[in-house]
């Protein structure tokens, strides 16, 4: 089956200081990736969905200048947190989508735990 | 290798019918195992399992964990159009830092 990757699954970093999470579709080229965070009680929150060579659409609420979304390739998705502060600590999953035989089908990465000191 | 397996792929059933939607999974340092019911952007939570043979319940939706036999089953009861999704079920390990989710069974429910 597809397989989505994330990298790296987990960081720790200084206020003020930026992160670049990776997510990249092993095995297939992904028309579309979505990038989640997670808040408590397993709530999954919708940040952006980014198509490769386009700018990404946010989400209501979502900052695009601090949370930075480049879709370089069709395997490729990065997710940079600017300028990150402790309220940003959570754990991020981002998505890739595919259609295959008229399916629609979303593949989801394992996730990257962010701690911010 | 870690992983998760839903089944059915897809499930058409009419109103009224009954569902049943399996996850069986593979993973070594085993924490919790979620489902969630995926309409239009987010996943939607429906339930956490920890523990086995402990229903969770609420409303037409139940599910239980058979940690011996690694796997969970999700049950839809007198099934509404409404209840059409993406079920996606994911186990989270131990370390709290992984999430392996399943590709998800997609139920359309027809009047």
């Known amino acids: 089956g597809a397989v989505v990757s994330q990298h790296p699954s987990r960081v720790i970093c200084k206020s003020g200081t930026s992160v670049k999470i990776e997510c990249r579709s092993l095995d297939f080229q992904a028309t579309t990736m979505f990038w989640y965070r997670q808040f408590p009680k397993q709530s999954l929150m919708l940040m952006a969905t980014s198509n490769e060579g386009s700018k990404a659409t946010y989400e209501q609420g979502v900052e695009k200048d601090k949370f930075l979304i480049n879709h370089a390739s069709l395997t490729l998705s990065t997710l940079t947190v600017t300028s990150a502060h402790p309220e940003d600590s959570s754990f991020y999953i981002c998505?890739?989508?595919?259609?295959?035989?008229?399916?629609?089908?979303?593949?989801f990465g394992p996730g990257t735990r962010l701690t911010v000191t | 290798e870690d992983k998760v397996v839903q089944s059915p792929l897809s499930l058409v059933v009419h109103e009224g019918d009954t569902v049943t939607l399996n996850c069986s999974y593979e993973?070594?340092?085993?924490?919790?195992l979620l489902w969630y019911k995926q309409e239009k952007k987010a996943p939607t939570f429906l339930f956490m399992l920890t523990s086995s043979g402990i229903e969770k319940k609420s409303g037409r939706l139940s599910s239980i964990l058979d940690k011996k036999e690694l796997f969970s089953i999700l049950n839809i009861t007198a099934t509404q159009t409404g209840d059409s999704a993406i079920y996606l079920c994911a186990v989270e390990d131990l370390t709290g830092n992984q999430f392996y989710f399943g590709t998800g069974t997609s139920l359309t429910v027809i009047p």
């Open positions: 993973v070594t340092n085993f924490r919790s």
């Open positions: 998505s890739a989508s595919r259609t295959s035989g008229g399916l629609n089908e979303q593949y």
